[in-house]
């Protein structure tokens, strides 16, 4: 545990300044520590590297794909490190608390967001809906206005949204209405 925590904090100091080469070692070195490392190490070291803008790519991707959401939650939600493709199929294989804390993420593409769009409950809809920075497909537009129809909370969260193409905003009124 000690030894983790010197390490990462070694890496957080100078991340900034490490060049590809440096930071795949530290990668290299943090993913064997953390195979002997306890829940709460993990989630300490993933909230740690979450801040970091060029964390090791390896770690992040395997503290983010853990069940456990105390460990993959503070990546998910918050690591510069993780890939589109690293989220979506994140996306689509884990559960609903997962699915959250990608939504609360600071910018989303399309691609991750039909995912969640797609298999996100009420509660994953209305924060992808209220994050500006999540890009949101037509197609993930029309599901969520159609979803809209019964949750007066999610219809007012696609309100607010600037990048509602036009020809849905008569399906949007509508769903106010109900």
Do not use: C, W
């Amino acid at each position: 545990m000690q030894i983790l925590r010197s390490i990462t904090d070694l890496f957080v100091l100078g991340a900034e300044s490490y060049s590809e080469e440096q930071i795949a070692i530290f990668d290299d070195v943090i993913t064997r520590l953390i195979e002997k490392m306890d829940p709460r190490s993990l989630s300490e070291l993933s909230a740690r590297l979450a801040e970091v803008a060029n964390p090791p790519k390896g770690v992040v991707a395997q503290l983010s794909g853990s069940d456990n959401i105390a460990i993959s939650g503070p990546a998910l939600e918050k690591s510069e490190g993780l890939s589109d493709e690293a989220l979506v199929s994140i996306a689509a294989s884990k559960g609903q608390k997962h699915l959250k804390a990608i939504a609360g993420r600071r910018s989303l593409s399309e691609v991750v967001t039909d995912v969640l769009v797609e298999r996100g409950d009420p509660e994953v809809s209305r924060r992808v809906s209220a994050n500006l920075g999540a890009r949101l497909s037509e197609m993930g537009f029309v599901k969520l206005i159609n979803r809209a129809k019964k949750d007066r909370s999610l219809a007012d969260a696609i309100s607010s949204r600037t990048d509602l193409p036009p020809e849905l905003v008569p399906f949007l009124r509508l769903a106010l209405e109900t």
